[in-house]
């Protein structure tokens, strides 16, 4: 019983053991701060709390609001990733420079779908073996379909920015849609 | 009763207060044969790879199916140079060695 009581103590001070050293590290902090230094730093955004916690390799990478928190897109962009589009070659994808209207029927807005974005990535049969029709407006799509994997929920949605990420493609104004 | 909620307390404040790592969106757990053969599930990061490489090399190049659990990758393919084995070659990136660098996911308990 002493025994137990022994261990059970033992465990307590080892489950503290980090906590305290927290709570100490803090203390000291605060202490060693000069008292005429007044420092206000404003609240970290949301996005921005969230990226401090990212990945290592992920660090000073464009923020995003949802998936793994980065822009992808943007870091290309701008040149924060070089990634190849071959194995060891230098190979420049044919890019495709075509935006596309996609309407949507209920009332969110409609879609604006870059080729030039995806074809950066990927090629034509990617998408175009299966997924979708190559005639503008003959896809069967949907929101139900996406969250079940199926259309742009291939990828977006387990790799690429999930759908939650509304604005993303929703961002055609009803009002200024092509007819 | 009491040394096993006590335990119980203490391993999950510990784990709480040290911190565990964690998955991150685009993780895909690949267990095809690893574990029947006593290794941990493979964790492949996507945005590891998404750094250096373009969507296309890994699924279009290397043939790599969009879908999680479409693609039969074995440790003979990725020997003879199919799925992994197309960089992980020890020339391009590291070779297939370093089991637990993959492997890193837990094994299932009956191992």
Request: charged share 20%.
């Given at each position: 019983m002493r025994l137990r009581r022994r261990f059970t103590i033992?465990?307590?001070?080892?489950?503290?053991?980090?906590?305290?050293?927290?709570?100490?590290?803090?203390?000291?902090?605060?202490?060693?701060?000069?008292?005429?230094?007044?420092?206000?730093?404003?609240?970290?955004?949301?996005?921005?709390?969230?990226?401090?916690?990212?990945?290592?390799?992920?660090?000073?990478?464009?923020?995003?609001?949802?998936?793994?928190?980065?822009?992808w897109v943007q870091a290309q962009e701008t040149g924060k990733?070089?990634?190849?589009?071959?194995?060891?070659?230098?190979?420049?994808?044919?890019?495709?420079?075509?935006?596309?209207?996609?309407?949507?029927?209920?009332?969110?807005?409609?879609?604006?779908?870059?080729?030039?974005?995806?074809?950066?990535?990927?090629?034509?049969?990617?998408?175009?073996?299966?997924?979708?029709?190559?005639?503008?407006?003959?896809?069967?799509?949907?929101?139900?379909?996406?969250v079940a994997g199926e259309n742009c929920g291939v990828c977006?949605?387990?790799?690429?920015?999930?759908?939650?990420?509304?604005?993303?493609?929703?961002?055609?104004?009803?009002?200024?849609?092509?007819? | 009763?009491?040394?096993?909620?006590?335990?119980?307390?203490?391993?999950?404040?510990?784990?709480?207060?040290?911190?565990?790592?964690?998955?991150?969106?685009?993780?895909?757990?690949?267990?095809?044969?690893?574990?029947?053969?006593?290794?941990?599930?493979?964790?492949?990061?996507?945005?590891?790879?998404?750094?250096?490489?373009?969507?296309?090399?890994?699924?279009?190049?290397?043939?790599?199916?969009?879908?999680?659990?479409?693609?039969?990758?074995?440790?003979?393919?990725?020997?003879?140079?199919?799925?992994?084995?197309?960089?992980?070659?020890?020339?391009?990136?590291?070779?297939?060695?370093?089991?637990?660098?993959?492997?890193?996911?837990?094994?299932?308990?009956?191992?």
């Open positions: 033992t465990a307590m001070i080892i489950a503290l053991f980090p906590l305290a050293c927290a709570t100490i590290s803090e203390q000291s902090e605060q202490v060693a701060k000069p008292a005429t230094v007044r420092l206000e730093p404003k609240a970290p955004s949301p996005v921005a709390a969230e990226v401090s916690s990212r990945a290592d390799h992920l660090q000073g990478l464009p923020p995003a609001e949802y998936g793994n928190r980065v822009d990733i070089e990634p190849k589009g071959d194995i060891s070659a230098e190979v420049e994808l044919e890019v495709l420079d075509m935006d596309i209207v996609i309407p949507v029927k209920a009332s969110m807005d409609h879609v604006l779908f870059s080729h030039k974005i995806h074809t950066q990535l990927l090629g034509c049969e990617s998408c175009h073996a299966g997924l979708f029709e190559m005639e503008e407006g003959t896809s069967q799509m949907s929101k139900a379909k996406m977006h949605g387990s790799v690429a920015f999930p759908i939650e990420d509304c604005k993303r493609c929703h961002n055609v104004p009803r009002e200024e849609a092509r007819p | 009763m009491h040394y096993s909620v006590s335990v119980l307390f203490a391993v999950t404040l510990w784990a709480t207060a040290v911190g565990q790592a964690c998955g991150e969106y685009g993780d895909i757990v690949i267990e095809n044969y690893a574990d029947q053969s006593g290794y941990g599930p493979v964790v492949f990061s996507h945005s590891l790879h998404r750094i250096h490489y373009r969507c296309n090399v890994c699924h279009e190049q290397l043939e790599f199916e969009m879908r999680a659990g479409a693609n039969d990758i074995t440790m003979v393919k990725i020997a003879d140079g199919e799925f992994c084995g197309g960089c992980h070659n020890g020339q391009i990136a590291p070779g297939p060695v370093l089991c637990a660098s993959c492997h890193a996911g837990a094994p299932s308990a009956e191992q």
